[in-house]
């Protein structure tokens, strides 16, 4: 199969720029977030002069300072999780190239946090903290009541989502680039390498969350 100029540019492109690409990126959404939304709900406003106000901005500047680290940790897991699933169905892909897939592939997630900025700026004015927390577009969450559902299944309700679906398909289309074989063959490697340890974390968690 013919790989075309746009996979190779997405797929080949540099690591260490498209990292910082990404982490710009990620913090430019987040910078909007926070000021813009979060600092504007009631329950922030309330407690800004008061000593958890000051609680939420240190909180704040540690999601900031720790996006690079988070990333790294996140990409180093899942490369090697994706390395592995192509080693034990016998393709020769690189951990370098599992890991800049997993990069290019991060970038789908931007895209809820964008949809989330829009909503919350545009829709839904004048929102609660918790309301902001727990929502995400596309998401199982979206056919419940955030206040009724159990603590344990908020997580998994909220990564459950079409964003989610559309990392996977990402993740294919990488692995298929990389390997250039059958690319019924890279579905099975991420099928059955990070998709399958997706769903059994998520189901790890709702087991022991108390």
Not at 14 to 22: A, R, S
Not at 58 to 70: D, I, Q, S, Y
Not at 113 to 118: D, G, R
Not at 155 to 180: C, Q
Request: with cysteine.
């Amino acid at each position: 199969m013919t790989v075309t100029s746009d996979q190779q540019s997405l797929f080949g492109a540099d690591k260490k720029l498209t990292f910082i690409l990404l982490c710009l990126s990620t913090y430019a959404l987040l910078y909007i977030k926070i000021v813009f939304i979060e600092n504007e709900t009631a329950a922030f406003q309330f407690l800004e002069d008061r000593p958890e106000g000051s609680l939420f901005q240190l909180l704040n500047a540690v999601r900031v300072v720790t996006v690079p680290l988070v990333y790294l940790w996140k990409f180093t897991i899942i490369g090697f999780v994706v390395w592995v699933g192509c080693f034990l169905f016998g393709y020769r892909v690189s951990f370098s190239q599992a890991w800049g897939i997993v990069v290019v592939s991060e970038f789908i997630f931007l895209l809820p946090e964008v949809v989330k900025i829009i909503w919350f700026m545009t829709v839904e004015t004048d929102p609660s903290y918790d309301r902001v927390s727990g929502f995400y577009p596309l998401s199982l969450m979206n056919f419940f009541d955030y206040y009724e559902v159990d603590k344990r299944y908020r997580y998994p309700l909220r990564a459950l989502n079409l964003f989610e679906v559309f990392y996977w398909i990402t993740l294919v289309a990488g692995v298929h680039f990389f390997a250039r074989k059958e690319k019924k063959m890279a579905v099975y490697i991420v099928l059955g390498s990070y998709v399958l340890l997706f769903l059994l974390w998520l189901g790890f968690y709702m087991v022991v969350y108390k």
